[in-house]
């Protein structure tokens, strides 16, 4: 790395709201020349559409685009050429900064980057509100507390492994929900858990969703939530625990 | 609730860095007339620390003193005087903003107040930036990728209980370690998973120590973490995750 380098960031946004950025990394991203994000074939880019009132004219942007309907990766080919791209300005001792929906560590696609650049270039990654904490908030559930254990499961996991991992914690958020819902959905009420579960949807959008999982039904988008809780004590509404210590 | 009321605010600060403030935590902190925050029997609070540039003189503050080194105790007492003081404010249609470390919801003592309050003043949860992310950005480390179950385990559990829980997730995290830290490293070193952890502590302050698990021992801060993969799947692991933590 010479010391003309340009360094790359991870810049988590969080979950929709632009303001649920932080000051880091909006202070990052505007002091970017270079501004990366991934992008669908058809349509806007979600992870730009919430920074967009940050951005300027002056940056240059990369998007990435990433096919809609690919699952599967060998998606290695798009992240090279990517990377090669992001690369080049780096050489060129130009900062750039990739946008992360959520927080760029947690299921996101900029480890993609990460694995093909930050070996060559320094790096920075500033963490972001995840979905997760963000559907907490919006449904006034608190996600986990004391000693709970909290499992965040992928929707797209089989129904064993699936019931497996739930019934290994007081706490779980399934994500990635899409087609998987109304399997997931089903699942959970052979659990017996149904009344212990809610559903969140675009959280912090305009758009946001939020209702009892027993009332939803019929198709769900990527971008939603289950929150359930089976702990058996009277854990979060309880008034006697296991204290923190104070700082 | 009469028009009259104030709002119960609760403010996720995240995990130390003040820049890590959302954008919108820092706007209802600056409006609030009133400012609650845990607080140590000796010492500084530090959720008020890490806002404490963002304070101004005519906010009246609440220090909710929490005794620091007792771990069992009937802390209902402390939390139902806190209510008392903060309803107060919030029947007087002052807006109250409760400062939260990292996120409101996540193993935070805020829910406690929520508990005691939301039922009778509007409330609204601003989440934050978890420790469990900066951890991972800070240690450069991806936390869970594509299909990956991540698992979040109070150090506090048994080792059987710990032993569990980690071997039925692919990415995990273990927090409040503390004490439990010996035991903690002791069991994933019988796990086989002892080169598979990182360890992070105070993660995003100036004083933040970052090393892999190995090179860990002694006593530890109630702030610490172990980040831990144990999945299969090459892709992300390459470049990331067998590498020592960078700074």
Chains 1, 2 share one sequence.
Not at 83 to 101: H, K, N, S
Not at 147 to 165: E, H
């Amino acid at each position: 790395m010479s010391a003309a380098t340009g360094t790359l960031y991870g810049l988590g946004v969080g979950p929709g709201d632009p303001e649920l950025l932080t000051l880091k990394a909006l202070r990052l991203l505007k002091a970017a020349p270079v501004v990366a994000y991934p992008a669908p074939d058809h349509g806007t880019s979600f992870a730009r559409a919430i920074v967009a009132e940050y951005l300027s004219a002056e940056q240059e942007e990369i998007p990435i685009v990433v096919p809609m309907r690919v699952e599967r990766f060998p998606a290695a080919a798009i992240y090279d050429e990517a990377a090669e791209r992001i690369g080049a300005r780096l050489a060129e001792g130009r900062d750039v900064a990739v946008l992360c929906e959520g927080d760029p560590f947690f299921y996101g696609s900029f480890m993609y980057l990460f694995e093909r650049l930050a070996s060559r270039f320094p790096t920075e990654i500033v963490p972001g509100v995840s979905s997760v904490m963000a559907a907490s908030a919006a449904l006034k559930r608190p996600l986990a507390a004391r000693n709970d254990v909290l499992t965040v499961i992928p929707g797209p996991l089989d129904d064993a492994a699936l019931g497996a991992r739930i019934e290994a914690a007081e706490a779980f958020a399934i994500m990635k929900l899409g087609r998987h819902f109304p399997r997931v959905k089903a699942l959970i009420e052979t659990l017996g858990l149904l009344d212990r579960c809610a559903y969140a949807e675009r959280v912090s959008l305009p758009e946001e969703r939020l209702l009892p999982l027993r009332d939803v039904s019929g198709d769900v988008p990527y971008f939603s939530m289950i929150l359930g809780y089976r702990g058996t004590e009277p854990a979060i509404r309880g008034a006697a625990f296991d204290q923190e210590p104070a700082r």
